[in-house]
């Protein structure tokens, strides 16, 4: 088992950047897939980003391909989420998760583990 704690959110105006971050403790942190997703009111969650075990792979949701950026460090147990040009439809809570697939799943069916989840708000 693995718990994990985000941090980072905040209120950011449209274009700005903000990092969220991921610290995980428990079982070996490179044992699993990592994730970020993120749920807007009245929607379903979906996912955003997500790295592999090693962090060698990445993989991106259309919506934030080339704003965002998903990486990890497994010597300080800890997934960062660089979010650039937010725009108000970033608007959301992020959560952070871990799965324990061979490859990176896509939706949030895929993850065993979440954090509490973090509030962004882009404002227009």
């Known amino acids: 088992q693995v718990q994990l704690v985000e941090s980072g959110g905040g209120l950011v105006q449209a274009g700005g950047s903000l990092r969220l971050s991921c610290a995980a403790s428990?079982?070996?942190?490179?044992?699993?897939?990592m994730a970020w997703l993120r749920q807007a009111p009245g929607k379903e969650r979906e996912f955003v980003a997500g790295?592999?075990?090693?962090?060698?792979?990445?993989s991106y949701a259309d919506s934030v391909k080339g704003r965002f950026i998903i990486s990890r460090d497994n010597a300080k147990n800890t997934v960062w989420l660089q979010m650039n040009t937010l725009k108000s439809e970033d608007t959301a809570v992020y959560y952070c998760?871990?799965?324990?697939?061979?490859?990176?799943?896509?939706?949030?069916?895929?993850?065993?583990?979440w954090g509490q989840g973090t509030q962004v708000t882009v404002s227009s």
């Open positions: 428990g079982r070996i942190f490179s044992a699993y897939v």
């Open positions: 790295i592999s075990r090693s962090g060698g792979t990445t």
């Open positions: 998760a871990a799965g324990t697939t061979l490859t990176v799943v896509p939706r949030a069916t895929g993850y065993t583990y």
